[in-house]
Every structure is written in structure tokens, then in C-alpha cells.
């Protein structure tokens, strides 16, 4: 087999495979020698390689080198620039070119003076009129210019100036184009330190124009800054990178689906989008994002996120799993336990369950219901469904406290059917009792915290993992969990409504069941947000609910629980209810960093009436049940996110009596949170609240700080291009239905292009 071949030119040609491993470039020197009779060969590194060796994993060999080309090869970056640029994640040609313009400015023709707005970056054609030096009250010289055209004039300003330079030039009567940003001062509106490009005598506006068409006759883009880059700069190192790299883009998605989605090929979208053509464009489209060329860039990236989230799924529904017999022993008997029949909704939801534990590969299923839709129920039914199989249960809950809930909700009725059940957190007292219970099989249902999931807690036969209150776990607990069984089912529950677009990417390799419908008999809550000036209200609404033997919750926000000044805010505020304001009643605290017995104590004595009032912070925020709480009073409300607020009113209103949710604000806080927390007032809808608060807050923060696993897109946006993402996911899920092993032409591409981009953060690696 030949290795090495001598072209007819003299050239010795390598494989390419070869040619690739050593990551040969040309120039590179090889020596050969003969060593017992056979040939070595061996590279000369030049010294810049020898620093920086460039590995090359085996599937980015496809990828077109030149869009490696690092940035500072550009003509005009120099070390300075290229430092900047790679800061903000431009190393290389391929990285700027995602960096698209925010929005852009119209030059195709130049602007009136009467329709300038301030504001906003403007070029118009005017004469000057007059042009002075000038001082201000305060003693400072400024030179000042007056120019017009016939809608109007405009007033020009130099702060910083050469007085001969200026006199020399700016002669009235002479006519140029004149460039800025438009601001108003009073009823005035001025330009300061405008850019300007003279007409010569007699020259027309077409003329000047046509002198700089890098500047004029066309659509300038804005890209967005940083500290040390001008617009200027940024527009010039952008123009040569599309000009000479763009074209080496690959077009990889299957032609049909270009064809049935319109697309247009990559190097001409990203033209479009870094400078579009003025013959077509439309302005709006563009700062709007609803042309087809940012169509077609987002497309392709939302594409090969929704074909890693299908491969995942895939490999999920081939894994073996465990396949459960529904024979009803415990669930027809618990079923007549409950003083009350199962919603549609729920219904629903349990046969899609278990429809997944019958099959024989593992469930990998997300349950979205609304705060009181009755998850738990819907949980422990198939956890039920896996004791009558012989198989262990483990649920998962995010705090100490919400594990005990679910723990002493639970156990009622477990105990009623002959289900052995244990709680395992970090602050079990007995725990290796515990522990050998779980490892003999003896404990069938285990509650508990992350403690579940460490490597001490060995399961005899885990069937059946329930996450609930996905979002503050990890994949990575997901997988943990996962490995404490031989494939177990998964069940992940979240009682944040979270937005479909959301879904789609953070868990979009899960099947998604909803729990849209409430049990009967709740009246909606009453939400109303109160300004400081009205508490004495406010603590009269508390007073009224209690007298008539409600109790209510006084809610303080604790951003993270480390954070002590808010803990004494929050204790101090505890103190001084029960002292000043509430005297006669019975008030209790509640806050995370209480030890969990003490926890425990203080939420029995409130379930069981023995206080009127628990001041807490958002520790209760999931999951705690006290039907008897008609009242809720959040401080700061302005300081939570919608859904978390809408999680904190979910406490209240878990009876059939009237209930109220006050949210107290400061005297002082802004219109934007005002309107924001009116949406509060308007609905009870948690999916409607949360996609007001994705709107407001965006996706970054939608689940709040600890929230990991929203991709990181760089053209897409989840907001604006929702339609764009359905679109996509339906194709990438379509083709990996039809070809799920890459074997059609051109999938391979595909398949490598994918792992290229996503394989380490969608954990793909094993995808073959
Ligand atoms: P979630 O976890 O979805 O917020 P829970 O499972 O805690 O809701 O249920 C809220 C309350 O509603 C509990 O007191 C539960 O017993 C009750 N509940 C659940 N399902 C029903 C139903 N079908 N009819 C009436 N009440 C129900
Ligand atoms: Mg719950």
C-alpha cells in the first residue's frame, strides 16, 4: 500500500490523513533519512508552531481551515486590537463573522435636518450659514456653526478645536455632508464634533457621495462595542473579514430542507447581515431581525442544537431500561384513599407515565404543572407503580425542607398501604440505619435532598428516580441519579411554567407532559401591590384574616441565604411584628439557615395552628402546604423575579376559601417595576406570567443565578426567533427520525459538524 507518492511535478505527495495528523501547513520542512532500510521522515518545526502546537481533534478536519485564521491577520489589527477582539471572543475570522451588527443605519440617502431625531446617528447635506467662536457663560470657547437646508437648520458644536483650522474651513456658503449623532439641549437640537465631507464648487450631492461609497449609497451596520474599538474600526476589520472569508462558510443542511425553508446559503446570509445590499433591503426588517438572512443564520443554529437535543433523546429511547407491568395492587388502593378524584389533567399525565414504564427503555419524561396542580399525586403514583414491580424509588427534592414535605405528605399514605418509605438529608440523624435499609431493598420509597445521589447511598433496585423542581439541579444530578440504577425511569417535575422556547433547548431531549388544569374548588387568589404609605392597610387586611382564624405569611426576600445583612433584615423584621405590630399574636421565623429540626419544629406549630403568622423568607417557596393560609404579604416584591413570585403566591390559596397576596413595594421604586408586578394583579397564569417575566428578564436569567444548561447562541435569539426554533427542531427531530444513523449522503457532514459545535456542552461524545 502506498504511502507517499512522487507527483509528475517532483512533488512528494502526502495522504491526506498524514497530512492532517501533523497539522502540516505549507512551508513546513521534512528531512528524510534511510534507517535500516526503511524511510523516516521528520518535521521541522518552525518556532511560532513549536509554541503553539496546533491539535487538530480527527472531526474538525472537515472544517474549512481558512475560518481558523486568527483575527489579528486582518489588515489593521494590530496586537493592541487583536488583544481586545479575542477578549470579547473574536479570535478568529470564523468568530467575527458571527458577531453580527445590532442594528443598522440607513445611508443609501442622506437625511432632512427637520426629520433629525435626537438621539440617534444622523448624516445630512447642508451649507453652512454662519461660523464662529464663541464663549460660554462659564468663560469656556467653543466654535460654533450654523448650518441649514431647506427644512430647517441645525446647530453644530466644537468643544475641542484649532481656531485657524476652523476659521480657514468652515466658510459660509460652502455645502457638505454632515455626520453625527443628533442630541437636544432644551428645545435645541445640536451635533457636536460632527464628522464632515465637503462638496467642492459646484459638485452635486450624487458626486459627494460617490467619493466614499464605503460610507454612503449603502446600509452601514452597528455592531455592538467594547471599551478601545470605534465603530470605524470595528466596520473596517468586519468589511475585509466578510469580504474575504465569508465565502468559505459551509452550506451543510440538507438541500431539501433549504429548499422547504427558504434559506438562503450561509456566505450570502452573513453578507446580508454585515452589509446589505441597498438595492433590496428594508431597514426595519433588518433592526428587526426578520429578513431572511438572519432567518437563515438562526435557522442553521438552532438546527444543530435541536439535532444534538434529538440525538440525545435517541440514544436515551435505545438505552435498555426497564420495562414495568402496571398491576394496579397499590395505585387502585391509593386511588380510593384520596378524599378526592384525579383532574383530567393528571389523569392524562399518569398514562403517559406509564405508557413510558412499560416500554423496556427508560423514561426520560418532564412534568410542567402550575403551583397546586397536584404533581406529588401524579409522582407518587409511579412510584407506586415501581414498588409493585419489585423496584425502589428515590425522590429528589432541591431543599431540606421541601424533602420533608414531600416526605410527611407521602408517608401517610404509604404507611396506610404497607409501602416502607425513608428521608435522607444531610442532617439525618441515623443515617448508616438508614443507609443499610436502602441497600438491602428494605426501603422502598426513599425522600430526600442531594444527599440521595451521594456515593454512599447504594440502592439494592432503583426503578424509578423523581426530580422535582428540575431547575435547580443539574444534567449532571439528572445523570448522577441515573447511575444509581441500571437505567432507571426519570421523572423530572417543575412547577415553573417555563416558556416553550425555554423547553425547547434547556429540556429539549425530554418528552414534556403538562399538567394544565387545577383541582376544582380553589378560588383564584387576590393579588394587589401596595406602596409603602399603605401598610397600615396592609397589616389591617392580616389582622382581619387572622381574627377570623386564618393565618397568613409575611414573606422577606433573601436573595442568596448566605447573604447576613438580609437574614437580620429578615429576623429584625420578625422581631419587631411580634413585638410592636402584633403583640397579641402568635409569630413564628422560618429561614434557611435554621438547623432542620428547628425548621421542622416552627413549620409543625404553624401547620398546626400553634401560630398565626410565620415570617419566612423564600424557603417556603416551594412546595410547603397550609390550606388554613389565606394571606400573603411579600416585601420588596420588586427585588423577585415574576415566577418566583407567582411560585410564593402558589403557598396561599390551597383551600377553598378566599385568599389575598400583598405586594409591598417602596415608596420610591420605579415605573418598569411597578408595570412589571402589575402583571401579577392581571393573572394567575403561571405560563402567562412566565413568559412575561422571560420578555422582561430574558433567558440568561429566567431561572435565576444558579441556572445552567440554556446554550449559548450567538446569532438566535429565543425571544424573537421563537418561530425560527419550532421550525427547526421539527426538521433536525424529522431527520433524526428518518436517518438516526447518519447514514444518508451528506449526514455524515452533519453528524461531525454537530459534535464540532455542541458535542462538549450537550455532553454528545458518545454519539455514533
Ligand atoms: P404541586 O406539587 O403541583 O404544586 P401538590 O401536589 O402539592 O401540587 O398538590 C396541591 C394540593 O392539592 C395538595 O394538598 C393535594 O393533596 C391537592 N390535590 C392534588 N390533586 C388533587 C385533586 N385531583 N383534587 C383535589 N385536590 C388535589
Ligand atoms: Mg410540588
Known amino acids: 500500500m502506498p504511502i507517499i507518492t512522487l507527483s509528475p511535478d517532483g512533488t512528494l505527495a502526502l495522504p491526506e490523513e498524514i497530512r492532517d495528523s501533523l497539522s502540516l501547513r505549507p512551508g513546513d520542512l521534512l528531512s528524510v533519512e534511510a534507517v535500516d532500510g526503511s524511510l523516516r521522515i521528520s518535521l521541522h518545526t518552525p518556532k511560532e508552531k513549536a509554541e503553539k502546537p496546533m491539535i487538530r481533534k480527527p472531526q474538525d478536519l472537515q472544517h474549512p481551515a481558512e475560518l481558523a485564521t486568527p483575527i489579528r491577520v486582518i489588515k489593521g489589527v494590530g496586537p493592541r486590537l487583536s488583544d481586545i477582539l479575542s477578549k470579547k471572543g473574536m479570535c478568529t475570522v ?36 454662519s461660523a464662529q467662536e464663541m464663549t460660554t457663560k462659564g468663560g469656556r470657547r467653543y466654535f460654533e456653526a450654523i448650518v441649514k437646508d431647506e427644512t430647517g437648520s441645525l446647530t453644530l458644536k466644537w468643544f475641542h478645536f484649532h481656531p485657524a483650522f476652523m476659521k480657514k474651513n468652515w466658510l459660509p456658503g460652502r455645502r457638505g455632508i454632515f455626520i453625527g449623532e443628533v442630541s ?15 462638496a467642492g464648487e459646484g459638485e452635486e450631492l450624487a458626486e459627494v457621495m460617490a467619493r466614499d461609497p464605503e460610507n454612503f449609497g449603502r446600509i452601514l451596520p452597528v455592531y455592538p462595542l467594547t471599551e478601545g474599538v470605534t465603530q470605524k474600526v470595528m466596520r473596517k476589520v468586519m468589511r475585509q473579514v466578510v469580504r474575504d472569508y465569508a465565502r468559505f462558510v459551509p452550506d451543510l443542511l440538507p438541500a431539501e430542507i433549504v429548499e422547504r425553508q427558504a434559506l438562503l446559503p450561509l456566505p450570502r446570509a452573513l453578507k446580508e447581515s454585515h452589509d446589505p445590499d441597498p ?21 442553521d443554529e438552532f438546527f444543530f442544537l435541536q439535532l444534538g437535543l434529538a ?51 427508560p423514561m426520560h419524561r418532564l412534568v410542567q404543572g402550575d403551583v397546586g396542580c397536584g404533581k406529588t399525586l401524579v409522582a407518587l403514583m409511579a412510584a407506586l407503580i415501581a414498588v409493585e414491580n419489585d423496584y425502589q424509588v428515590a425522590i429528589m427534592a432541591p431543599t431540606e425542607l ?84 441500571i437505567n432507571p425511569d426519570i421523572l423530572v417535575m417543575t412547577a415553573t411554567p417555563i416558556p416553550r422556547t425555554l423547553s425547547m433547548t434547556v429540556f429539549g431531549d425530554l418528552s414534556l407532559s403538562v399538567i394544565d388544569e387545577l383541582p376544582p374548588g380553589r378560588t383564584p387568589i387576590e393579588t394587589k401591590v401596595a406602596r409603602e404609605s399603605r401598610r397600615k392597610q396592609v397589616y389591617g387586611v392580616v389582622r382581619e384574616e387572622v381574627s ?34 402584633f403583640p397579641d399574636l402568635r409569630v413564628g421565623v422560618l429561614h434557611g439557615r435554621m438547623a432542620a429540626a428547628e425548621k421542622e419544629a416552627v413549620m409543625k406549630a404553624f401547620k398546626a395552628g400553634e401560630s398565626d403568622i410565620l415570617v419566612a423568607t423564600t424557603v417556603i417557596e ?69 413568559e412575561a417575566d422571560l420578555e422582561i428578564r430574558g433567558p440568561g436569567d429566567f431561572f435565576g443565578t444558579r441556572q445552567a444548561g440554556i446554550p449559548e447562541l450567538k ?45 462538549g456542552r450537550l455532553e454528545l461524545a458518545s454519539i455514533a
Not at 397568613?552 to 433573601?558: K, T
Not at 416584591?637 to 402558589?650: D, I, K, P, T, V
Open 94 to 129: 470564523e468568530d467575527a463573522l458571527y458577531v453580527l451588527p445590532h442594528r443598522y443605519e440607513d445611508r443609501r440617502e442622506l437625511q432632512r435636518i427637520a426629520a433629525l431625531r435626537p438621539g440617534s446617528s444622523a448624516a445630512f447635506f447642508a451649507s453652512v450659514e
Open 184 to 198: 437636544q439641549f432644551g428645545y435645541q437640537r445640536e451635533m457636536h464634533h460632527p464628522e464632515v465631507e465637503w
Open 279 to 299: 438595492a433590496t433591503a428594508r431597514l426595519a426588517e433588518l433592526n428587526e431581525g426578520r429578513g431572511a438572512a438572519h432567518r437563515s443564520l438562526a435557522f
Open 311 to 361: 440525538l440525545k433523546k435517541r440514544g436515551i429511547a435505545l438505552e435498555e431500561g426497564i420495562s414495568f407491568q402496571v398491576t394496579h395492587r397499590y395505585t387502585k388502593e391509593l386511588t380510593k384513599l384520596l378524599p378526592f378524584s384525579l383532574t383530567g389533567a393528571q389523569r392524562r399525565v399518569l398514562t403517559e407515565i406509564k405508557e413510558d414504564m412499560m416500554t423496556p427503555h
Open 402 to 485: 421541601l424533602a420533608e414535605q414531600h416526605y410527611l405528605n407521602i408517608r401517610g399514605y404509604c404507611d396506610t398501604l404497607g409501602v416502607t418509605t425513608a428521608l435522607l438529608t444531610g442532617s439525618i440523624k441515623g443515617k448508616s440505619d438508614t443507609l443499610g435499609k436502602i441497600a438491602s431493598g428494605e426501603t422502598q420509597i426513599v425522600v430526600g435532598t442531594h444527599a440521595v445521589i451521594q456515593e454512599k447511598v447504594e440502592f439494592r433496585r432503583l426503578g424509578l428516580g423523581v426530580i422535582d423542581e428540575q431547575h435547580r439541579f443539574g444534567v449532571v444530578q439528572r445523570a448522577l441519579l441515573k447511575r444509581k440504577g
Open 548 to 581: 377570623q382564624g386564618r393565618q397568613a405569611y409575611i414573606i422577606y426576600p433573601l436573595v442568596e441565604e448566605t447573604e447576613k445583612s438580609d437574614l437580620k433584615a429578615a429576623v429584625q423584621m420578625a422581631e419587631e411584628l411580634s413585638t410592636k405590630i
Open 622 to 690: 416551594v412546595g410547603i402546604d397550609v390550606p388554613n393560609v389565606t394571606v400573603m404579604v411579600v416585601e420588596h416584591a420588586e427585588r423577585f423575579g415574576l415566577s418566583q413570585l407567582h411560585q410564593l403566591r402558589g403557598r396561599v390559596g390551597r383551600g377553598s376559601a378566599r385568599s389575598r397576596c400583598i405586594l409591598m413595594t417602596g415608596d420610591r421604586v420605579s415605573e418598569d417595576s411597578l408595570r412589571r408586578l402589575e402583571v401579577m394583579e392581571q393573572s394567575n397564569d403561571g405560563f402567562v406570567i412566565a
Open 715 to 759: 446569532v438566535a435569539d429565543l425571544l424573537r426567533d421563537a418561530g425560527v426554533l419550532e421550525e427547526a427542531r421539527t426538521e433536525a427531530f424529522a431527520l433524526v427520525e428518518d436517518d438516526p444513523h447518519f447514514r444518508a449522503p451528506g449526514h455524515d457532514t452533519l453528524r461531525r459538524e454537530l459534535i464540532r459545535r455542541w458535542g
